[in-house]
């Protein structure tokens, strides 16, 4: 475990420093700011993590997904903002869940029978939109 934190702490002084020489007047943080920060990434990794599974779970999904992720995200929209372009520009899209596709294809199922048993004819998009055929 202080291994860990030894090297979390080593990882937020060095991003810091980075992220200080960016930013014209900036001020270098000292040991005790980069340990209280580091305490607060470990803070937030802990909450982030237990949200993270609701999230999940509530997709029904048995892993968490870019989609928890950038959820988790959306209260602070530069931030979401910034995933979606690494999204975009580093990561293969996370597949539908087979429940999600299931559900999907279950309801598709009960709109068709229902058109049927209503004597209308058509066809049912994804989109929700009902086209007559």
């Given at each position: 475990?202080?291994?860990?934190?030894?090297?979390?702490?080593?990882?937020?002084?060095?991003?810091?420093?980075?992220?200080?020489?960016?930013?014209?007047?900036?001020?270098?943080?000292?040991?005790?700011?980069?340990?209280?920060?580091?305490?607060?990434?470990?803070?937030?990794?802990?909450?982030?993590?237990?949200?993270?599974?609701?999230?999940?779970?509530?997709?029904?999904?048995?892993?968490?997904?870019?989609?928890?992720?950038?959820?988790?995200?959306?209260?602070?929209?530069?931030?979401?903002?910034?995933?979606?372009a690494?999204?975009?520009?580093?990561?293969?899209?996370d597949?539908?869940?087979?429940?999600?596709?299931?559900?999907?294809?279950?309801?598709?199922?009960?709109?068709?029978k229902?058109?049927?048993?209503?004597?209308?004819?058509?066809?049912?998009?994804?989109?929700?939109?009902?086209?007559?055929?």
């Amino acid at each position: 475990e202080e291994d860990r934190r030894g090297a979390l702490q080593h990882a937020v002084g060095k991003i810091a420093e980075r992220a200080a020489a960016r930013v014209p007047g900036a001020m270098p943080l000292t040991g005790a700011a980069v340990s209280t920060l580091t305490e607060v990434v470990l803070k937030y990794i802990k909450v982030a993590v237990v949200d993270l599974k609701h999230f999940a779970k509530h997709a029904k999904r048995a892993g968490v997904s870019t989609e928890d992720v950038k959820l988790l995200a959306r209260k602070t929209p530069r931030l979401l903002q910034d995933l979606e372009a690494f999204e975009a520009a580093n990561l293969v899209k996370d597949k539908p869940s087979a429940a999600r596709k299931r559900k999907k294809d279950a309801g598709v199922e009960v709109a068709e029978k229902q058109s049927r048993r209503d004597g209308a004819t058509g066809v049912h998009h994804e989109s929700g939109a009902w086209a007559e055929g």
